[in-house]
């Protein structure tokens, strides 16, 4: 794999697109990084502000520029030196109208179209009004309701016909307006127009033919060759249009006909609602306009990945992001098929690891980093405080439930809630397979949904890695498995011991081949979803103890990491992994870097927060309405105060309402309340015009926020300097105080961190400490890190030994040597504290000083500033 020196994250959407990326390049070589790492820019649904919706993989993103702009992207990166790394999603599409040429080809001719293997559809559903159907569930109301209020209708587009709802359309069935026409020929008495309706009637239909690629072809030459010569017709003779549009017309004044054409085609639309239950194709998560894709075919691998490859070929793309493999049937043969079509390429997977978990032994460079994150914001995570601060959260809120326990809840609600249409499927597989196992027949569809429904909700991690092409089921999959049946058994006794011994021997491939295969695939498939919607979108809105370890991939029950653990980990990667990714903030953090940091405070000082939340409380009272809200919601705000100090009031109404929807407690983005939201808008626009409250909050906050960027710049240099590729997120590199998206992903100001890189070459040390406030002091840290990133060797720990021996870390990398805070200890109480290099001769290139001894007092190192990066003489 090619060296990687440093990422830098670029989110790419309308108004900062391909010529505005190029426009950054040399702040970012001057900067120090190597590669510039860009979100997804293929063509996405218009409007798109993140590219994961991509509805054409064939061409660049016109929003973004369109190929023109990108050819000048790619020649200012060549002029800069840079390199790029891009951004993939491999396993969905969107679903936006005719944008997705494919989809569009697939709502039109159902099973028989060329491109119906390439979605995750599942044709053959067990409710007989869905087969060989889609269902479509965009409508408001039910279908009836909006058919007789004439919310649907036929239209025309020369040849075409199409069904419009709202701003969405949908093809019409070649087979299905033959009646249309017939209707309009026998009017004029047009003998060829009636020739044309027949030759569409004559079209197979339903699932005929699909198995057989020559007669699926034959079809589709067949209807694209009467729609030429139906489009033609209607721009010669202007009688033909017109009776045409007549019978159009017609029908869609009769709810009866129109109806019995939307009954025709490959489609069912429906309440929006009814996804909930019944959707027939996997999705992204919960997202109905985002459709699975088999990237397991060779055809749709080609196709989805022809550009990029092309890219790579050439130079211009020298690494791949991943985006969620976990939905992919099978990873590793995705890799395997990736590594082998852009052979040693840089690849990074978009793998979240739970707490203890390893990444399998796939052929690429590693995860994104996401289990780096975790590791090192428990690093600031003062582990005396856990007992204080579970009392506080428990005593303020009410709330009771340990980690484990509201996890498992409230999998089992997005199970319930948001997921059931998928938990449905896979019941359905398993209640045939059932039926082909005498010994199994008897368990009935509300027992095996039941059973599954429980297994799914009590799996530990995203997903196991069997492949039952090949018999692989490893020890970690086994093992996984094997806990999640324990908790079964555990929570659910009374579940029966046959039916789980059944499914655990068919998801460990004790049946081979057939149904039994394909059911422990695309249970795989789905552990994911329920982990991610179930974890990271609700419970870590419900369980407030301590915000800054809700991050995705933690374990909030875990409460904070040892120096020790920590250095078993950077040793481990270094051997493993060393070329996998490490951030500390992306587009999807639930909160940035510096947020995290600041709440991890509080743990330091548990007394003083209780004190303070019981103020700000008492002041706020009068600010609510019925109660509302909750004091779980309460607290989270004020854990978000304490981070995102100082923060505008409509900021934190927006995360306010996402927060409270996601938790799914009083208000959820399908059923709002809108009474408890206009309470929660109304509590917090009343408190941060509370002049009482806000300086009862200042009076807190302010001093932990120099406290709070020392340590950001301690979590800054670490960082850098571990093991692995560091990834730096756009406008990181100075203070940046922003929460989930869309906060994250507002737009960056890169001429003043352009200026304010500029100001460093010419400032002294206490210039740059005094410039605190604009964020110097960390722009800094970067810049000199990423310097000497060339001198980083094997990782050694470094013994800190005295009184506070265990409130800093530090370590060796070769050339390289860093020393950080990892509380905010004040200057005068380091006393003894020292750390021990393994030899003599260090600078700090930080303050200028040398070290001349192998030992030296962080009170020394930390005097002129608050960290200490330190090469060896002979290096520097």
Known sequence: MPEIGATYRLQLQPGFGFDEAAEVCSYLKALGVTH???????????????????????????????????????????????????????????????????????????????????????????????RDKILTPILGDHYGRILSAGGICLQREEGSFFFHYEDHEFPAAPQSMAPVLAAAAQRIHHDYLAFLADSLARLPSGSTFSSDPAMTAERHRDKEVIRGLLSRLCAENKDVAAAIDEAIDRTNQDPDALDRLLDQQSYRLAYWRT???????????????????????????????????????????????????DGLRDPEAYFEGLLKAAPGTWIVAEKILERGEKLRPWKIGGTTGYDFLNLLSGLFVDRNGEERMNGIWQEFTGETAAWDEVAAECKELVLREMLGSDLNRLTAIFVDICERHRDNRDFTRHDIHDALGSLVSSFPVYRTYVRAESGQCGEDDQRYVDEAFERVRSRRPDLDAGLLDFLRSILLLGQRGGPEADFAMEFQQFTGPAMAKGIEDTAFYRFNRLVALNEVGGDPGYFGVSPEEFHAWCRRIEWEWPQTMRTVSTHDTKRSADVRVRIALLAAVPDRWREAVYRWAAINEKHKCNGSPDRNTEYLLYQTLVGCWPIASDRLQEYALKAARESKEHTSWTSPDEEFESSLTQFVEGMMSDGEFLTAAASFIEPLIPQGRVLSLAQMLIHLTAPGVPDIYQGDEVWNLTLVDPDNRRPVDFGCRRRRLAQLENADLSQIVSSADEGLPKLFVIANALKLRPGLGHYAPLAVAGQNGDRAIAFARGEVAVVAPLSPVPHAEWGDTSVVFPSIGWKNVLTGERISDSQALLSTLFEKFPVALLVRDSFA
């Open 36 to 130: 510039v790492y860009c979100s997804p820019y293929l063509q996405a649904a218009p409007g798109s502000t993140h590219g994961y919706d991509v509805v054409d993989p064939g061409r660049v993103n016109e929003d973004l520029g369109g190929a023109a702009a990108h050819a000048r992207f790619l020649r200012r990166l060549k002029e800069e030196g840079l390199k790029q790394v891009l951004d993939i999603v491999p396993n969905h599409m969107a679903i936006d109208g005719r944008q997705n040429r494919w989809w569009w080809d697939v709502l039109e001719n159902g099973p028989l179209s060329a491109y119906a293997s390439w979605f995750d559809i599942e044709w053959q559903s067990p409710e007989e009004k869905l």
């Open 275 to 325: 996804a909930a239950r019944d959707l027939g194709y996997r999705r992204f998560f919960d997202i109905n306009t985002l459709v699975g894709l088999r990237a397991e075919l060779p055809d749709v691998f080609e196709e989805t990945h022809r550009l990029v490859i092309g890219w790579i070929r050439s130079g211009d793309l020298h690494g791949l992001r991943v985006d969620h493999p």
